[in-house]
């Protein structure tokens, strides 16, 4: 039986909606959540990316501006334009696109962005206060930024029905902005986690004792059918560039025989990342509307 | 075959003879590092804590002053104390003891602390700065305060010859103190990393994998022999007041017979949380000496 296909274009779609009236009932108040992007150089896949975000935002009624720097712009210049940002009562997110040119200090700018605008979750002071919280209800109720795509990859699992606690879930990576976080919300939904990498022994085993596989190598169709088990719930997060277009980590169209869901790439996990940089960037402006309260 | 007894006495023994090499070093050059502890109420357990830190501190030629506060103190006093400890160059090290009175908040307390001088490593952000860290090298080499348990438990088993690259590790229990960190640190060494807790299914068949094992949920004796593989490496983080004395999370006895390695309680994990410590102390009090060269 083949799986049910999770969309991430429609759960995206749903959580907009959502985030649509929540933003109707700030402006009301006097509030219009803004989002700032910083974009320094001219790759064109940041450029994408900046203005997908910049459209997103569009649509949903959330201010937006986009600072496009030159590729040479110094490293106290970027700092200089965080810092007037931080300020600026309009921004309630600042998100700088990466990687940056190598001459910039990264984790110096990610650090520069004051943490309660910091709608990527990348900052310490964030990162640290996430893997600090137990459960994942407080991680939603609190100001807390979850990181985009990791959130995302709970919001699919969890707006398709998939009970986690208890559950064996696997993860085939361990970065920083996927494995690692990802790992974290898992856990923090009870389920009993294992992350597996590069160093990792009797993969093929491993994963096929998962009930919710995740995987995040950046590795083309590296997860084959015969690595799951019957019924697995599949999140793909690999966007890997190849010669027949966009895949994902996993074989897809062999692995969806045997799993009850599964995420196609594209349009699994890739449209989450924006809808929930922009959850992040409306969490933040509720919390200044709280303020003026 | 009974196990090779890991014992935290000679490890920590040996660790605390290197520093005591360091800190002459650093007094050679001007420095004593200098570790304040602060405890709020009479709690004798916290009291216990204190005063062996501060001996041993003593024992090392390590400058520590202890701050004892009344049980009613105010939580404003409390940060001014820090705020003072945060400025006075003659201390490194502050480590405010936990659990605090009910009405001060604790993580408020926490973050109060000067990140450069958190020798615990609880500050979010070097929480943060320990999580985004891939590669156990580069956490020791850089200027980051690794939490001192879980790290004891790292130096015990490196310092004991036991290769963690590509073992299966599984942790039980997922605590800030112990559990989660201990998971990174696992990560950091390229083990395959499980973590269990109160809601996983099929827990000894998990247990029954793992070549390295670390308890840490604080129940006596809840790992059986027959929830262990021959040959298996035991790290027991509980430490549990019963009829019978102090006992671990592990039944010592039992799985003794059967693991290549273990450590007692007491005298396994315990003597290390402190010996980190005064590592983590003499580390922040290195960085001074090259700030002032």
Known sequence: MAAK????????????????????????????PGLATVLVGDDPASQVYVRNKGRACEKLGIYSEQHNLPRDTEET??????????????????????????????????????PSKDVDGFHPTNVGLFFTEKNFEDMIGKQLFLPC??????????????????????????S????????????ANNATVTICHSRTKDLDKICQKADVLVAAIGKPKFVKADMVKEGV??????????????????????????????????????????????????????RTEKMMA
Do not use: W
């Open 233 to 286: 719930v599949v999140i793909d997060v690999g966007i890997n560039r190849t010669e027949e277009g966009l895949v994902g980590d996993v074989d897809f169209e062999a692995v969806k025989e045997k799993a009850s869901m599964i995420t196609p790439v594209p349009g699994g996990v890739g449209p989450m990342t924006i809808t929930m940089l922009l959850a992040n960037t409306v969490k933040s402006a509720k």
């Open 5 to 32: 296909i999770i969309s991430g274009n429609e759960v995206g779609e749903k959580i907009r909606e959502e985030l649509k009236e929540e933003i109707n009932s700030l402006k009301g108040k006097g509030v219009t």
């Open 176 to 187: 920083n902005i996927v494995g690692k976080p990802v790992a974290l919300l898992l856990m």
């Open 77 to 114: 210049k970027l700092l200089e334009l965080i810092a007037g940002l931080n300020e600026d009562p309009k921004i309630h997110g600042i998100l700088v696109q990466l990687p940056l040119p190598k001459h910039i200090d990264e984790s110096k700018v990610l650090y520069a962005i004051d």
């Open 149 to 174: 795509t990791p959130h995302g990859c709970i919001e699919l699992l969890q707006r398709s029905g998939v009970e986690l606690s208890g559950k064996d879930a696997v993860i085939l990576g361990r």
